[in-house]
């Protein structure tokens, strides 16, 4: 590639991110309406909201692919990375499709089909982090985008042990405003990797019998801040530093610290099956919740998001070369 046509590229790329930041607002406003409506349609018809969710992720699918959009280039990328297996186009589908099916399950929940159970091993964890997060210890469960997410953290509120997620910055406008509401009605609340340090410290100062969260981390989010390469997928991926650094501030301040892998993953009869991991002594947690999660893709592909560039940096700093944070 020459300078010029480097530059023509870059050029239009950044033509295309200033057009998605000026139609944000609507985009966002739109998303929210429609999902308004989908969330009425739902609770007169849970059955039927995992179809029509199935057939409108295919549908939004084939149509940001027909439209060239980036989203479609970073999922078709990620998919490749698998090979083997199915034509990248059914693939394709699949997991448009799958995603579609889990936003209508979610839209559904509580009354909706959607069914979530916990492996004897989770269920023992779970009275485990009752009964610390009672005794003011930390918990810190650590999962990804696979599976249901969503009604992993409903289910873990229903049964006793709420979350904080820790997610991207959250959405401003219409789109944010009913992602929050959402959740919270499900028993989730969502920070943002900027105020986590000062949940964690919400969390050390809250009085016994006060209500305290789990910290829950997606550790398969896209990176802008500091972070390490681990490898994801045959590649190394920029991971983010956060959940160790907050794991190692709390034990710094003389907390019992507790770390989890928790994912559901569907399976037969179309359960989400909740399995947990205590990594609490692993020297390593977020590389053994890496390779949990690779192992767990490569099993389940269409339950993935494959809309975020996992191996690109985003100008995100290796910063474990300068020692553990």
Not at 142 to 163: F, I, K, M, N, V
Not at 176 to 200: E, F, I, Q, Y
Request: hydrophobic content about 50%; aromatic content about 6%.
């Amino acid at each position: 590639m020459t300078p010029r046509e480097g530059r023509a590229g870059g050029g239009a790329e950044g033509r295309a991110r200033a057009l998605r930041r000026l139609t944000r607002p609507l985009r966002h406003a739109l998303a929210a309406r429609l999902l308004t409506a989908l969330a009425a349609l739902a609770a007169r018809a849970p059955r039927l909201s995992p179809l029509l969710g199935a057939a409108l992720g295919v549908g939004v699918g084939v149509g940001l692919w027909l439209c060239g959009a980036r989203a479609a280039r970073v999922a078709l990328g990620g998919l490749r990375r698998l090979g083997g297996g199915w034509p990248l186009a059914a693939r394709y589908c699949a997991s448009w499709a799958d995603l579609g099916r889990r936003v209508g399950e979610w839209l559904a929940a509580p009354a909706g089909p959607a069914r979530v159970r916990l492996s004897p091993g989770a269920e023992a964890l779970l009275a485990e982090a009752r009964a610390g997060l009672a005794r003011g210890e930390v918990w810190v469960a650590l999962t990804g985008h696979l599976g249901h997410w969503e009604l992993l953290g409903a289910a873990l509120a229903a049964r006793g042990a709420p979350l904080l997620a820790v997610a991207a910055a959250p959405k401003a406008g219409a789109l944010g405003d009913w992602l929050a509401a959402r959740r919270a009605r499900l028993g989730v609340r969502v920070t943002h990797p900027g105020a986590a340090g000062a949940a964690l410290r919400g969390l050390l100062r809250a009085p016994t019998g006060g209500e305290r969260r789990a910290l829950c981390f997606l550790i398969d989010q896209s990176v802008a801040g500091r972070a390490r390469p681990l490898p994801f997928l045959g590649a190394p991926a920029p991971t983010a530093a956060l959940p160790a650094r907050l794991i190692a501030a709390a034990r710094r301040r003389g907390r019992v610290t507790r770390v989890l892998w928790v994912a559901a993953p569907r399976g037969a009869g179309g359960w989400y099956e909740v399995a947990a991991e205590d990594l609490s002594a692993h020297p390593d947690p977020l590389a053994r919740a890496t390779e949990r999660l690779d192992a767990l893709v490569r099993a389940h592909p269409a339950q993935w998001v494959w809309l975020n560039d996992r191996w690109r940096p985003r100008g995100a700093r290796r910063a474990w070369g300068e020692g553990a944070p």
